[in-house]
């Protein structure tokens, strides 16, 4: 079993649409949860991250962490076809950072 | 502040040949972590270096090998290259006490023939 599991999609919605992305992780012992976005031929962003169940937003993006459930989400409020990318999930502790395989999303305008 | 740099940015060889790739992280960072994705297996793990030292080392075999200058730039290594290795090879770097914020090159795309 992978220590975070991450469906590939692909994930296809209309403009407009909110989006959630979801992870599942198994390690108890991780600390940090973050999104990264990765465009086709580029290197992953770095989107958001927290510590700490509960939510986090920044402008269109809530990252939601529920420890007990070891559940991570993002959701994209007003997904624009600009958002289209891949979107991997990470946790870890230390310096050790484990990713999900990540999931294609395409936003149709 | 400039990104992390990698060259090339694509490569082709063939089987049995050694590849070296490069990685400049950003300026101050001393971490250099390496992964490779597939299609398949996603982001793996290599290995990441701190001070000119290995810190943490993935599941990859002994063909897959890396070194930290004193500059904080990195190579890695692959031997005796296999169909297998085609991938794309991404670095990150991060800065002291924040190692989990990892910042990503544009990798190194290769194509084992």
């Known amino acids: 079993q992978k220590e975070v599991e991450q469906d590939p999609g692909p994930l296809s919605v209309p403009e407009g649409a909110i989006v959630s992305l979801n992870c599942t992780y198994s390690n108890s012992a991780f600390q940090y949860f973050m999104w990264y976005r990765q465009y086709s031929r580029k290197g992953p962003e770095l989107l958001m991250y927290t510590y700490s169940s509960g939510n986090k937003e920044d402008g269109r993006f809530t990252a939601q962490v529920d420890k007990s459930s070891k559940y991570i989400s993002l959701f994209i409020r007003d997904s624009q076809p600009s958002d289209s990318a891949t979107y991997l999930c990470a946790s870890g502790y230390g310096n050790k950072l484990v990713f999900g395989a990540g999931t294609i999303l395409r936003v149709k305008s | 502040k400039a990104g992390v740099t990698q060259t090339p940015r694509y490569l082709i060889k063939t089987r049995g040949q050694q590849v070296t790739l490069s990685c400049s992280p950003i300026?101050?960072?001393?971490?250099v972590s390496w992964y490779q994705q597939t299609p398949g297996q996603g982001l793996q793990f290599l290995f990441e270096y701190f001070s000119e030292t290995q810190r943490n080392k993935g599941n990859f075999p002994g063909r897959f090998s890396g070194r930290q200058f004193s500059n904080s730039r990195s190579e890695m290594n692959v031997s005796t290259l296999e169909l297998g290795d085609s991938a794309l090879y991404l670095c990150a770097s991060s800065g002291l006490g924040t190692e989990e914020t990892q910042y990503f090159g544009p990798g190194t795309r290769l194509l084992v023939l």
């Open positions: 300026s101050g960072h001393r971490s």
